[in-house]
Structures are given as C-alpha cells and as structure tokens.
T-cell receptor, first 115, second 117 residues
Framework: GAGVSQTPSNKVTEKGKYVELRCDPI?????LYWYRQSLGQGPEFLIY????????DSGLPNDRFFAVRPEGSVSTLKIQRTERGDSAVYLC?????????????FGPGTRLTVL | AQKITQTQPGMFVQEKEAVTLDCTYD???????LFWYKQPSSGEMIFLIY??????QNATEGRYSLNFQKARKSANLVISASQLGDSAMYFC??????????????FGTGTRLTIIP
C-alpha cells in the first residue's frame, strides 16, 4: 500500500514569508507526528495528533509554528514569518497504535530552505 | 543530559562482516520503548527493530538484533552479514512512558555506517 507522502519535497522561501507543508498519512492510521531534522542531527519532535486533535504540541518551538489535521487524515504544518533558523527537513510520520510496538512510519520529508 | 547517546559518528565495515552500533539511553521511567531506524541517502526513516523495557528476550528481526542491557541502559544494534545496501545513517530512539501514553520519540544524533566491498 501507499506510504506516508509529503508535499512539496523541497520548498525555498524568503525570510519573513509564510509556508505550508502537507502530510498524507498511511490510510487508516489514526496517529500523526511531525518532526524536524536539522543537518547532522536526529529528528526532533514537534507535534502529535490523535485523530483531529493535537494530543501533544510540546515540541513546537514558538507560536510561529502551527499544525492542523481537520478531518483526521491529512495534516498541514504552517510556519509564519519564517526565519533562516527554520531551514531543515520536516518529517511526518503516522502509526496505527494497535500494538505495543506502535512503530512510526515516516514520509520522505520536506526540505525547507529559508533564504 | 542527553536522553539518547550514540557515540560513533561514523563506522566503516567490510561487507559480510557483523557490525554493532552503540546506543545508550537515559530515563527514569520504568516503562519505555527503544527503536532503531535506518535513514538512507533518500532521507526516509525506515523502522528496523523495537525493544520494550519489559521484554525479557532481545529483539530480533532478520539480520538485525538488539543487544538490550537494561542495567547498563544500553540498546546496541547488531547487523549480521552486512551488505552494501546497509550503508546509511542509523538512529536510536526512545519512547518514554507506557505504550500508548507518551507517543513522541527522542532520537540520538545517529551513526553513519559505510559498508566496504
């Protein structure tokens, strides 16, 4: 079946602009996660959705970052007034939460570059 | 303190040899889960293996096994009979708290594994 997909694969924007990153989880997966991966680092947690609601947004760095999942499937990560420090790969993952492993399946990521 | 520590930034291994990638973790929770993911140059994170803190047996998945030493708080990944396709970044990660509780994963900084023909 289809895996997690993310669009766009690359996004170049200018400092101060607004961007939206989209994630399509695996069909039927109720949990959705956003992570950010800076160069040479492991992914860092941003936010977790269970269904339509954000169950844990403790990783969002500040109020310029916001994410939604209005129908419990597709999610959009929104970044306002982008800064050069926001440049990173943004990874989305989903999981079924039906067994103890509860492994997260990751998408290919969106590489965001803020000039 | 770092929650996940991977002390090997890079490793070179001859094809067909076994390799051990180190991971130590820090948590005060009694219930937690440990994961290993592979990240090829394409960028996608691929789940390899999972170990629950209460699992008495070391996890195995094909050529992957996890050497879990709870008292030492280590969860090393062992890859047997390495292949050229194993060349990638490898990340150790932890989920703290009981299953279906705290969902977020905390990742280490990774180890870049290169398999030499």
């Amino acid at each position: 079946g289809a895996g997690v997909s993310q669009t766009p694969s690359n996004k170049v924007t200018e400092k101060g602009k607004y961007v939206e990153l989209r994630c399509d989880p695996i069909s039927g997966h109720t949990a959705l996660y956003w992570y950010r991966q800076s160069l040479g680092q492991g992914p860092e947690f941003l936010i977790y959705f269970q269904g339509t609601g954000a169950a844990d947004d403790s990783g969002l760095p500040n109020d310029r970052f916001f994410a939604v999942r209005p129908e419990g499937s597709v999610s959009t990560l929104k970044i306002q007034r982008t800064e050069r420090g926001d440049s990173a790969v943004y990874l989305c993952a989903s999981s079924l939460r039906d067994r103890a492993t509860n492994e997260q399946f990751f998408g290919p990521g969106t590489r965001l570059t803020v000039l | 303190a770092q929650k996940i520590t991977q002390t090997q930034p890079g490793m070179f291994v001859q094809e067909k040899e076994a390799v051990t990638l180190d991971c130590t973790y820090d948590t005060s929770d009694q219930s937690y889960g440990l994961f290993w993911y592979k990240q090829p140059s394409s960028g996608e994170m691929i789940f390899l293996i999972y170990q629950g803190s209460y699992d008495e047996q070391n996890a195995t998945e094909g050529r992957y096994s996890l050497n879990f030493q709870k008292a030492r708080k280590s969860a090393n990944l062992v890859i047997s009979a390495s292949q050229l396709g194993d060349s990638a970044m490898y990340f150790c990660a932890m989920r703290e708290g009981p299953d279906f509780g705290n969902e977020k994963l905390t990742f280490g900084t990774g180890t870049r594994l290169t398999i030499i023909p």
